[in-house]
């Protein structure tokens, strides 16, 4: 019996998980294993369910989210900005590095694209050079945190993949950044 | 008067329609101009007519031509009549005939005699399918110019460059003059500095088509793609060598943008050129193959620096901007043409190598780049935004003649001339 609730429990989880993200499949097996369980419950208790004759208790558990999908998380910030012809991680941004850099060495099979960006004015080329320049200064900020080399790649769209496009300096400043792009 | 600059401004400012989707658009003239009557060539009934067309709108657009349509036809083995053309103005007159062969192929025939002199200049012939009958013209036009001016005539080269629509990028191939646009790739992501092979049989690029940019080999006549530069970071701004055996790319393998050399196979490790603390990138060579131009902001702001490849310090080559970028030589090296920026305005510029140093703004709206010359060193194409729209311009070194070929599909930049036809 006990090994037949975890069963139930383990195809609960695994509803609410399908829930949560789209495109998952449920597990055949585990589908096929809790379904005498609920037939035979819906039976003996009707359409209530488990715990209908307030006696029963029905455990679920939540299971722990990865911290980078938890919009509330630190981890949830994926761009850095820049000041205008400027290569240096400014301190507001901080955090949002140090965060990353803890989660990459809390989590050693994760890789970090750092993707580098320009506004549109200029060489195409030599923003491109710039826009490295940028993802460049945030991969130097993760290793002096202790990130190894392995985890990350630092690579530039230069003015190529623009957030903003709009000729006014608000999108100029919005395509001055670094994101964070995790593989 | 005021009808006289009317009649002016409309005679420089052509609007000739080419294809359906691309319009090329011509002014100015050059600072001489020959007068020449080009007839229309004998054919047979299943000749097609266009190859005259062809040729007379090439020497017009050159600048160098005040082509003279004597309403006429002129074969080449016929005596042209001299008082008629002279009565026309005209020094010079083009005859021919295109007449179709056993084998579908066409043979154009053609003559040019001084009218002044009233004596034949020569005459050639050449055979082509009839889906190259539009490049015979070309070649035809081609020769007449050398044989006018003494220089090589640019209309049987190609060009290519980027276009953008919506999330579409294409690299495109076309004639000089925005015909005959055929598209060798295709991709959602972007394609930027496309660079053609010394012997126009492949184009080099950086494509972002696997989330970051990488180089490419791209052989033109099977499609087949090499990723020539793919190491960890970004990978861009193929220039090819004289020889067509290696490319100059910018690097970021070790750390900030740095030029390397790799085989144009992709074979190989690449051997490291330039060695800065800050940006090394846009590689040059110089036609020679001896010595490399490329942008760097080791100064303190990006300028233009030449480096010898056999090993030397590289010298800084331009002065009186912050930002001077993008180098391109000349074919004959006696030009260089770049980025500037002036008072906010990007424009692309040409300066004397040699001599006076001398210094021609290209530009028109400042919000220029890439610019690229043309084989014979006449002309420099570019890249120019205007009303939110990007376009295609090219200049004659001087200043004088200027074309702009603009793509009702959307976007085009990123121009690179192709080399003579082989």
Sequence with gaps: MKSRIRLAVVALATAFLAACSSGVKLDDASTQGSAPIESRDAAAQGAAGAGADGRGIQQVQVEQRDPLNDPASPLAKRSIYFDFDSFVVRDEFRPTVEAHARYLLANPTRHVVIQGNTDERGSR??????GQKRAEAVRRAMTALGVPDSQMEAVSFGEERPRATGTDEASFAENRRADLAYQ | MRQVLLAAVVALSLPIAAQAQMRLDVSGVGATQYPIAIANFATDARAPEQVADVVRSDLARSGSFRVIDPGVTLSESAAPDYAS???????????????????????????????????????????VSEHDLRFGGHRVADWVFEKI????????????????????????????????????????????????????????????????????????ATGQRVPVANFKGSNSAPAWSPDGRTLA?????????????????????????????????EPAFAPDGKSLYFTS???????????????????????????????????????????????????????DLAGTGQETILSETGREESPSFAPNSRWVMFA?????????????????????????????REPTWGPFPK
């Design chain 1, 125 to 130: 080329e030599y923003n491109l050079a710039l």
């Design chain 2, 85 to 127: 053309m002279r009565s026309r103005g005209a020094d010079a007159v083009l005859g021919g005939s295109v007449s179709r062969l056993p084998d579908g192929r066409y043979d154009i025939r053609y003559r040019l005699a001084d009218a002044v002199r009233q004596a034949p200049l020569g005459g050639e012939s050449l055979v």
């Design chain 2, 149 to 220: 001016t003494g220089e090589k005539g640019i209309f049987s080269t190609r060009i290519a460059f980027v276009s953008k629509q919506g999330t579409r990028f294409k690299l495109n191939v076309a004639d000089w003059d925005g015909e005959n646009v055929v598209s060798p790739l295709t991709s959602p992501e972007p394609i930027i500095s496309p660079s053609w092979s010394p012997d126009g049989t492949r184009i080099a690029y950086v494509s972002f088509e696997s989330r970051k940019p990488v180089v490419y080999v791209h052989t033109l």
């Design chain 2, 249 to 281: 790319v910018a690097l970021t393998r070790d750390g900030l943008s740095q030029i390397y050399l790799i085989t144009a196979d992709g074979s190989g490790a690449p051997r490291r050129l330039t060695t800065s603390p800050g940006i090394d990138t």
């Design chain 2, 297 to 351: 902001d080791r100064g303190g702001s990006p300028q233009i620096y030449r480096m010898p490849l056999d090993g030397g310090t590289p010298a800084r080559v331009t002065f009186g901007s912050s930002y001077n970028v993008s180098p391109r030589v000349s074919p004959d090296g006696r030009l260089l043409a770049y980025l500037t920026r002036r008072d906010g305005r990007f424009l692309v510029a040409v300066r």
């Design chain 2, 384 to 412: 120019t935004q205007a009303n939110g729209h990007d376009s295609l311009v090219a200049v004659t070194v001087d200043g004088r003649v200027r074309q702009r070929l603009t793509s009702s599909a959307g976007d085009i």
